[in-house]
């Protein structure tokens, strides 16, 4: 028998909080997914003024950095012409992303979920994914 943990709808919370507050000081309205350990999403909030095009940007960052337990922009480097990882952007019909601003959530050295962020630059992006990891991981 197999045991999962996962992130569950009280750490979404918390992750989408810490997001949130990143963006508000970085004046970009965000949208924020969180997902469980094999990318199934728990959770989604588009800030006021997030991008429409956004949603599901945010779900499948969120998506790839759990499901491949890897940071989104660590495929970028990887995906590009001449690389071992080109073209895995078009794998699972699309969903793969490649630009930052997906992290996986790990806890004790297991990824439980991951965390999208969707509607500035990639480093903003990025940079409001590490504020929610970093607030879920104090609330610990």
């Known amino acids: 028998m197999y045991s999962v943990t996962r992130l569950d709808i009280a750490d979404a919370r918390i992750l989408i909080a810490g997001a949130a507050e990143k963006s508000?000081?970085?004046?970009?309205?965000m949208?924020?997914?969180?997902?469980?350990e094999s990318g199934q999403l728990i959770a989604f909030e588009?800030?006021?003024?997030?991008k429409v095009t956004?949603?599901?940007?945010?779900?499948?960052?969120?998506?790839?950095?759990?499901?491949?337990?890897r940071a989104t922009h660590e495929y970028g480097a990887v995906s590009?012409?001449?690389?071992?990882?080109?073209?895995?952007?078009?794998?699972?019909?699309?969903?793969?992303?490649?630009?930052?601003?997906?992290l996986p959530v790990i806890v004790d050295g297991e990824v439980v979920g991951g965390i999208g962020i969707s509607s500035g630059t990639p480093?903003?992006?990025?940079?409001?994914?590490?504020?929610?990891?970093d607030a879920f991981l104090a609330a610990r």
């Open 24 to 29: 508000r000081e970085i004046g970009v309205p």
């Open 31 to 36: 949208c924020i997914a969180v997902t469980d």
């Open 46 to 50: 588009r800030m006021d003024g997030g």
């Open 54 to 69: 956004s949603t599901t940007i945010a779900i499948d960052k969120a998506f790839t950095a759990a499901g491949a337990k």
């Open 80 to 102: 590009q012409p001449g690389k071992p990882a080109y073209g895995i952007n078009s794998a699972i019909g699309g969903r793969l992303m490649v630009v930052g601003g997906g």
């Open 123 to 133: 480093d903003q992006d990025l940079a409001c994914a590490q504020a929610g990891v």
